[in-house]
């Protein structure tokens, strides 16, 4: 059984920032690789970043320089420091888990194991 649970958002003006936790209960194979994920309404999750369990990280572009992933596997949480934060940032952010795939890491559809999310708000 895996099980994700995400905490640390919030509202934050324009600048701010947040720092995003997520807590993994579940087998070592699962969580091979981590992610965060974010979704407006109406629209599909779309990747932040991403780290494999040897800790090499993606980032989508538009977060490159500002949010960083780590990961403490020992413990079994992953982080998302999240710097000068934008209204564009403002999102539902999702934590996501998955074994050794092939798949590029922002496929959301590659990942079997989700968090419940954590409202991220940021205002102007």
């Known amino acids: 059984q895996v099980q994700l649970v995400e905490s640390g958002g919030g509202t934050v003006q324009s600048g701010g920032s947040l720092t995003l936790s997520c807590d993994f209960v579940?087998?070592?194979?699962?969580?091979?690789?981590m992610a965060w994920f974010l979704q407006a309404p109406g629209k599909e999750r779309q990747g932040v970043a991403a780290?494999?369990?040897?800790?090499?990280?993606k980032y989508d572009d538009s977060v490159k320089g500002r949010f960083t992933i780590s990961r403490d596997n020992a413990n079994g949480t992953l982080y998302l420091q999240m710097n000068s934060l934008k209204p564009e940032d403002t999102a539902m952010y999702y934590c996501?888990?998955?074994?050794?795939?092939?798949?590029?890491?922002?496929?959301?559809?590659?990942?079997?194991?989700w968090g419940q999310g954590t409202q991220v708000t940021v205002s102007s």
């Open positions: 996501a888990a998955r074994g050794p795939s092939g798949a590029p890491w922002s496929r959301a559809s590659s990942y079997p194991d």
């Open positions: 579940g087998d070592l194979y699962s969580r091979y690789y």
């Open positions: 780290m494999n369990i040897e800790g090499r990280t």
